[in-house]
């Protein structure tokens, strides 16, 4: 009996190393597609959009953005036809559970509606929205304020960041509002449940809101929002 119990802790073992081993080497393939992807197409800025669009598009055509808090997060958005796709395919079109950067199905890809939700994974490798959870420290917001988005109509929009909070996947901050009583509980959700007092003492409902969704763990999300508050057209 010894030597089976012994025979079963070793294949236990093996089992438990062998997927440890495939996870780390599904985290290290999508970290190379991601870092392969950032080379490529993201250009240093100066008078030229720093995106090559037509590069990103000629990979995957349900491109609509890059995203990028400096020296933080910086990656392709996607839209897919859902919200569950891009949890398990990479921005290149691979079955790996690091997934994409993916805007809320429901949103519009000119960044125009109210409240404009992205989401990400929170990965172990600390890849993709992993950085979002930093944001429970107000001094990662004093050190990184601004969020960036880079369209593909070539725009870049500015986004500074309002509130941080720990709150549920059915939370009012998800909301796309369509009257004026949802955009005030939109409003209120986050004045009321933000972790930290920002700069921006107040908001309006001329504000136009990002919200960067990732998982903390069950149902429970971390959630990072800004409001915009500048816009630049770039030419051909």
């Not at 020296?71 to 395919?89: A, E, M, Q, R, T």
């Not at 691979?94 to 929170?122: K, Q």
Request: one cysteine or more.
């Amino acid at each position: 009996m010894k030597k089976v119990g012994m025979v079963l802790m070793v294949v236990g073992l093996i089992v438990l190393f062998g997927y440890g081993g495939y996870k780390f080497l599904k985290y290290k393939e999508a970290s190379t597609e991601y870092e392969k992807i950032q080379k490529e197409y993201v250009k240093k800025e100066g008078e030229k959009f720093p995106i090559d669009v037509q590069g990103l598009l000629d990979t995957n055509s349900e491109f609509v953005a890059w995203i990028s808090i400096d020296g933080v997060i910086s990656y392709p958005v996607v839209k897919g036809g859902d919200n569950s796709h891009y949890l398990y395919y990479t921005y290149e079109g691979l079955r790996n559970n690091s997934g994409a950067i993916f805007m809320n199905s429901e949103n519009n890809i000119e960044f125009s509606d109210i409240n404009t939700v992205i989401y990400g994974h929170n990965m172990l490798d600390n890849s993709m929205f992993e950085p979002i959870k930093k944001y429970a420290s107000v001094e990662q917001y004093q050190t990184q304020p601004l969020i960036k988005i880079y369209t593909k109509d070539k725009r870049e929009l500015t986004y500074e960041v309002v509130s941080f909070q720990e709150t549920y996947s059915t939370s009012e901050c998800y909301r796309l509002p369509v009257n004026d009583t949802e955009h005030e509980q939109l409003l209120n959700e986050i004045k009321t449940k933000k972790a930290y007092e920002t700069s921006r003492k107040s908001l309006s409902k001329e504000d136009k809101i990002l919200t960067l969704s990732t998982c903390k763990w069950g149902n429970i999300r971390y959630v990072l929002q800004g409001v915009l508050v500048a816009e630049k057209q770039y030419q051909e």
